[in-house]
């Protein structure tokens, strides 16, 4: 079974730094669909970015680009999100996530990631 830990959440002013950490268990694949959600009070949740761990092909929403950086480390099976520059409309929980789908899918909106962590609360203030 897919395990998905967050850490690295927490509290900074605008234009602050955090990176959040995805310790991923539980499955074998070199190959899978990875990516960031967050979810705001009262707002539906939204992709932030993902990466297909074999090829390396990222995306971003348009919200985070140029200042998020998505990144993993396969040796020790870890996803990152680098947040810079960070907003008060950043402010949210954030939630890791994983899928075995064929990578040439990874980015397709109208699948659903089927693994989820727990989530790590980002706040931003201005």
């Known amino acids: 079974q897919v395990q998905l830990v967050e850490s690295g959440g927490g509290s900074v002013q605008a234009g602050g730094s955090l990176r959040l950490s995805c310790a991923a268990s539980?499955?074998?694949?070199?190959?899978?669909?990875m990516g960031w959600f967050r979810q705001a009070p009262g707002k539906e949740r939204e992709g932030v970015a993902g990466i297909a761990t074999g090829s390396g092909s990222t995306y971003y929403a348009d919200s985070v680009k140029g200042r998020f950086t998505i990144s993993q480390d396969n040796a020790k099976n870890t996803l990152f999100l680098q947040m810079n520059s960070l907003r008060p409309e950043d402010t949210a929980m954030y939630y890791c996530?994983?899928?075995?789908?064929?990578?040439?899918?990874?980015?397709?909106?109208?699948?659903?990631?089927?693994?989820w962590g727990q989530g790590t609360q980002v706040t931003v203030s201005s």
């Open positions: 539980g499955y074998t694949a070199r190959r899978v669909c």
């Open positions: 996530a994983a899928d075995l789908r064929p990578e040439r899918l990874c980015f397709d909106e109208r699948l659903p990631y089927n693994n």
